[in-house]
C-alpha cells in the first residue's frame, strides 16, 4: 500500500478541510499504524484462531439463552419418560432390557436432532446481517462455518451429559468397560457434528429462520424413527425394513448401544465412523462452497 | 495524488436487472466521495463490489491499489463496512461486538479493548456497552454498526447510508467523526439520500442514475453547474403550474428543465435579482395569481433532483 503523503483537495467551503500539511502527515502516521496491524493472515493456524473465535462468541450466550438450552433436553427426556414408562411394557427387543436397548437411541437421536441448532444459527446470522460483516473482514471464511460447528458439538456434548444423568435415574447403567464407554460417547458425539455439517448447508441454502426451522428438522424424524433406535429392525414391514437396516443412524445406533452395553460393536463402529468422516467431508466441502459462491 | 479506490467500467446484473453499466469512479486517498443517486440507482452495489462481498460481471475494482476480485483478501485488511442494513449480533452487547470484530481483525487483545473503550466513548455508548444489543434502539445499533467498523482502524471505509435512523443530534456528532476521520487520512465512500450530508462531507460527488454516473465534481461545481441559484415561485391553484411553467422555461439556464413540485416551481438560474422582475411579468402577462416568489442559493437537493429528473422516468418501475 503506497504511504505517500496525499495533498488533500478540498472546498473552501467544505467543513472538513484542514490544513494540508496536517492532513498529510497523520495519513502517513494511520496508515502504516494500519499496515502494521492488519497483516493478511492464512494458513491452519489462522483458520483455527478464527473458529474459536466465532465459537466463543456462541458459546458465550449460552447462559443467555439457557430456556432455548432447557427446552432442546425437555424433549429427549419426554421421549425417555414415554418410551419406558408408556411403551417399555409392549415393545419388546431380543436379547435386551428394554431401557438398555432404547437409551443409547435416545441418545444418539438427542444429539442428531441438537444439530439443527447449527442451521438455525447460521441462519440467524444471515438474518442479523452478520454474515455480510464477516465476509468483508480479514478473517478466514470458513472458520464462520468451523466455529459454528464447534460450538454447537459443545453445546450438544452439555445436552448429553444431561441425558446420560436422566438415562441413570430411570436405571440405565454402562455395562462396558470405561474405554467402550468413552468410544461410544466420542462416536455418538462425533456423528452429531457430521449432522451439524448437514444442517449448516441447510441454513446457507434456505431463506428465513423460520424456513430452517422446518427444513432442518422434518428430516430428521424418519432418519432417526426409521432405524433400530426405538425397535428392532426385523419388526419393520418391506422397504421401512431395507431402509432401517441401510440407515447410518441404525448403524451408529447399534455401535453405541453394543458399547454401552459390554458388547463387540463389530463392523458397526467402522461403518460408523466411516460414515461421520464422509458426511463431514462433503457436506464441509460443500458448505464452504456455498458459502464463498455467495458474492456471484 | 494517489487513488485509494478505483472503479474502471464495472458492470454487474441481476438476471434482466442491469444494476451497473459500466460506472468509472476514483477516490483519492483521505477525501470523502459522497454517491447519490435515486433508489435502486446501484449505490449498494458498488459498496458491496468494492467490498468483496460482490463479484462484478466486468470491469475492474481496486480498492488500495489491490483488485478486489484477483486479492479479496488483501482488500479486506484494509477496509471498513457500514452496510446498508446494520450488521450485529444482537445477543452479545456492544462491547462484546466490538471486541469480538477486532479479535477477527486480528488486534492485540488488549489494543482491541483499548479501541473498544474509546469508540464506546466517541459514539455514545459507554453506558450501554454493557447492555445486550437487542436492547438497543434502532440509532444506538446503528452507532455500534458504525463503530464497528472502524474498530481495525482501516485505511478506506465504505459507509452504505450511515446516518439514517439517527437523531439531529447523532447525525451532527457522525458528521464531525467523519470529519476527524477524513483529517487523519482516512479514505471514505458515502452514500447518502440527505444531501446536506453530502454537501458538508463530500470533497466529491458522483450522483448516478440507474446503474451508470450521470455527472460528478464538488458540491460547488455541481451546483454552479446545474445555476447557483434558484427562483421559487408559489402559486394559489395547482392548475396554472404548466401555465407558469411555459411562461417562465426561457428564464432557465439553456438544457435545464424548470422543476415542478404541488403549488411550487422552481426555475434554475446563474443569477436571480436581475432576472426576477422580468419573471414576474412574464407570469403577470399569462394572467396567474402569485401567493409568494423569491430568489434563493441552490442546495444540492435542486442539483439532485434536475439530474436525476430524466433518469426517473427512465426507470424500469419506480413509485411515483
Ligand atoms: N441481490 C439482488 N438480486 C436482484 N436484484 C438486485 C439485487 N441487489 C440489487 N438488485 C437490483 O439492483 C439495482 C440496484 O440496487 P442497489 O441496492 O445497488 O440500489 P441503491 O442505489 O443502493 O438504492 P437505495 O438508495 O434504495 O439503497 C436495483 O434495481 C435492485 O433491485
Ligand atoms: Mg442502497
Redo the contacts with the bound molecule.
Keep these: 500500500m503506497n504511504r505517500n503523503p496525499t495533498e488533500k483537495k478540498t472546498d473552501t467551503e467544505n467543513t472538513c478541510s484542514s490544513t494540508t500539511a496536517d492532513a498529510a502527515s497523520t495519513a502517513v502516521a494511520v496508515n502504516a499504524k494500519t499496515n502494521r496491524c492488519r497483516d493478511v493472515p492464512h494458513g491452519p493456524l489462522w483458520i483455527l484462531r478464527d473458529s474459536w473465535t466465532e465459537a466463543l462468541r456462541h458459546l458465550r450466550i449460552l447462559p443467555r439463552t439457557v430456556d432455548l438450552m432447557i427446552f432442546a433436553i425437555f424433549q429427549p427426556v419426554m421421549f425417555v419418560v414415554l418410551f419406558v414408562y408408556v411403551f417399555g411394557n409392549s415393545i419388546t427387543v431380543p436379547e435386551f432390557d428394554y431401557k438398555q436397548y432404547l437409551l443409547p437411541g435416545i441418545f444418539a437421536q438427542t444429539i442428531v436432532f441438537g444439530s439443527s441448532f447449527t442451521g438455525a444459527g447460521i441462519a440467524q446470522d444471515m438474518a442479523q446481517g452478520l454474515v455480510q460483516r464477516l465476509r468483508s473482514l480479514p478473517m478466514s471464511q470458513s472458520a464462520v462455518l468451523i466455529g459454528r460447528t464447534i460450538s454447537d458439538l459443545i453445546r450438544n456434548s452439555v445436552t448429553f451429559v444431561v441425558m446420560l444423568l436422566v438415562g441413570f435415574a430411570v436405571g440405565f447403567r454402562f455395562n462396558g468397560s470405561i474405554g467402550d464407554t468413552l468410544v461410544a460417547c466420542g462416536l455418538l458425539l462425533g456423528f452429531g457434528y457430521a449432522f451439524s455439517w448437514i444442517q449448516a448447508l441447510i441454513g446457507l441454502s434456505v431463506s428465513s429462520v423460520e424456513t430452517v426451522q422446518s427444513a432442518g428438522f422434518m428430516w430428521m424424524f424418519p432418519v432417526t424413527f426409521v432405524s433400530s433406535a426405538f425397535v428392532d429392525t426385523q419388526t419393520l414391514a418391506g422397504p421401512l425394513h431395507w431402509f432401517a437396516d441401510i440407515n447410518p443412524f441404525t448403524i451408529v445406533t447399534n455401535a453405541g448401544r453394543a458399547l454401552f452395553n459390554g458388547q463387540s460393536p463389530g463392523n458397526d463402529l467402522w461403518f460408523s465412523l466411516i460414515w461421520a468422516v464422509a458426511i463431514i467431508l462433503v457436506f464441509c466441502f460443500l458448505s464452504v462452497y456455498r458459502f464463498s459462491r455467495f458474492n456471484r | 495524488m494517489v487513488t485509494a479506490v478505483q472503479t474502471t467500467d464495472l458492470c ?1 446484473s ?2 434482466m ?1 442491469k ?2 453499466v459500466g460506472v468509472d469512479l476514483a477516490i483519492e486517498e483521505g477525501t470523502v466521495l459522497g454517491l447519490l ?12 463490489i468494492l467490498a468483496t462481498l460482490l463479484l462484478p460481471d466486468s470491469g475492474q475494482a481496486v480498492v488500495g491499489g489491490v483488485d478486489v476480485v484477483a486479492e479479496p483478501h488483501r482488500v479486506r485488511a484494509r477496509i471498513g463496512l457500514t452496510g ?1 442494513e446494520t450488521a450485529v449480533d444482537h445477543n452479545l452487547t456492544g462491547r462484546e461486538n466490538l471486541q469480538y470484530i477486532g479479535q477477527l481483525c486480528h488486534l492485540e487483545r488488549k489494543e482491541a479493548r483499548r479501541r473498544t473503550d474509546k469508540l464506546l466513548e466517541q459514539f455514545d455508548l459507554t453506558e450501554a456497552g454493557d447492555r445486550a444489543v437487542k436492547t438497543y434502539s434502532g440509532g444506538m445499533r446503528r452507532r455500534l454498526d458504525i463503530a464497528m467498523s472502524l474498530i481495525a482502524e482501516p485505511a478506506v471505509v465504505f459507509l ?2 450511515p446516518t439514517v435512523g439517527l437523531d439531529p443530534r447523532g447525525r451532527l456528532a457522525m458528521w464531525d467523526f467523519i470529519a476527524e476521520l477524513t483529517s487523519g487520512g482516512t479514505t471514505i465512500l458515502l ?1 447518502t ?1 440527505y444531501l446536506e450530508e453530502a454537501d458538508k462531507l463530500a470533497d466529491r460527488i458522483v450522483v ?1 442514475g ?2 451508470s454516473v450521470i455527472t460528478e465534481g464538488t458540491p460547488n461545481e455541481l451546483k454552479q453547474r446545474m445555476g447557483a441559484k434558484r427562483i421559487e415561485v408559489e402559486l394559489y391553484d395547482k392548475a396554472d403550474a404548466s401555465t407558469v411553467i411555459d411562461a417562465l422555461t426561457p428564464f432557465s439556464i439553456p438544457g435545464l428543465l424548470v422543476q415542478h413540485h404541488d403549488r411550487t416551481v422552481t426555475v434554475p438560474v446563474e443569477e436571480g435579482a436581475r432576472l426576477l422582475p422580468q419573471m414576474v411579468r412574464a407570469i403577470d402577462a399569462a394572467d396567474v395569481s402569485l401567493r409568494d416568489v423569491g430568489v434563493r442559493q441552490s442546495t444540492l437537493d435542486d442539483v439532485f433532483l434536475i439530474l436525476t429528473d430524466q433518469e426517473v422516468e427512465k426507470s ?1 418501475g419506480i413509485e411515483s
Design positions: 454487474k441481476f438476471g436487472t444494476a451497473l443517486g435515486p433508489n435502486g440507482a446501484g449505490k449498494t452495489t458498488i459498496v458491496r446498508q452504505d447510508e452514500t439520500q448516478m440507474y446503474g424500469p
